[in-house]
């Protein structure tokens, strides 16, 4: 678990097309899932061995990041949740 979270702090990933078309129509940056990475609050293997990331994106929305390592760190798809940190 800790190397995807340090692949995402440290901005090693890359996301899937899937991944790219979420991010443009709910308008995440690539500086908001490194952010994620670094403001992780919880995250959870499923049984796929895809990774829930729970962090915050740079406006302090929760932003929930699914991924999966194999050589490296694959963003999978993500979405906002409606709280916002406090």
Known sequence: MSSVIEDLKSGNFTPTLHAQERMSEREISFDDIVHAGKTCKNSVKNL????EIDGFDCDGKRLIVICVRYQKTLIITLFRKSRRRK
């Open 48 to 51: 796929d061995n895809t990774w």
